[in-house]
């Protein structure tokens, strides 16, 4: 069974750093992973999706990366902003049915 | 831009009540799901659908059933209403294999749904 991993849980960082959330699964047999975000009481909007051919892909100040065979991805956050604050989800594919989805890191940026 | 809504943003029910919640996409989507989001659990699959009248269950489906008469809508049903069935409820749809963007899934803004 598919596991899906995140850490850390959460981060506080100030306005402006560079960051990186991290996300690994246990089976590497995935068609996609797909990066989310979620503000608190709202639904997930989708932020990157890297089909298992693909090593990263990139949207503005994010950038996420893909090893397969290592069951790991990573989000980069450049420059943040007070405006990033929300929880970051990653989610991974295994075909037609639905994602598996990791537990989350809350992020805060301080102004 | 990819449209997918719900009937309800907030839902109040008694125990016992039969529950409707409703989904509807925009892009012609032939995969639909319901999740639901809880502390400490994270999203968990209730059901999917690949097709109208098409239905399969997800991680959790006990307490809950669905109906899909037509493409664009994906219903969920509490068919009598619990006090743990209490949760935030997210709809997804995706296109089907074979697209540039397979899989992507999109969600809706969700349902907070409270069982008194």
């Known amino acids: 069974k598919q596991e899906v991993t995140q850490i850390p849980a959460a981060l506080s960082v100030p306005e402006g750093e560079n960051l990186v959330l991290n996300c690994s699964f246990t089976?590497?047999?995935?068609?996609?992973l797909q990066w989310f975000r979620q503000d608190p009481g709202k639904g997930l909007t989708s932020l990157l999706l890297i089909q298992s051919s693909q090593r990263e892909q990139t949207s503005g100040r994010l950038n996420a990366s893909l090893d397969k065979s290592s069951g790991r991805s990573t989000l980069y956050i450049a420059a943040s902003q007070p405006g990033d604050s929300a929880t970051y989800l990653c989610a991974v594919s295994t075909g037609r049915r639905a994602l598996t989805f990791g537990s989350g890191t809350r992020l805060q940026v301080q102004p | 831009d990819v449209k997918v809504t719900q009937s309800s943003r907030y839902l109040v029910k008694r125990t016992g009540e039969k529950v409707f919640l409703e989904c509807v996409q925009d892009?012609?989507?032939?995969?639909m799901f319901w999740y639901r989001q809880d502390p400490g659990l994270g999203l968990r699959l209730i059901y999917f659908?690949?097709?109208?009248?098409?239905?399969e269950k997800g991680d959790i489906p006990e307490g809950y059933s669905v109906s899909r008469e037509k493409k664009e809508r994906f219903s969920l049903i509490l068919e009598s209403a619990s006090t743990n069935q209490t949760s935030m409820y997210l709809c997804?749809?995706?296109?089907?294999?074979?697209?540039?963007?397979?899989?992507?899934?999109?969600f809706g803004p969700g349902t907070r749904l409270t069982v008194l």
């Open positions: 997804a749809s995706s296109a089907p294999g074979g697209t540039s963007s397979y899989n992507e899934q999109f």
């Open positions: 892009m012609d989507h032939e995969n």
């Open positions: 659908s690949y097709d109208v009248k098409m239905k």
């Open positions: 089976d590497s047999a995935i068609y996609n």
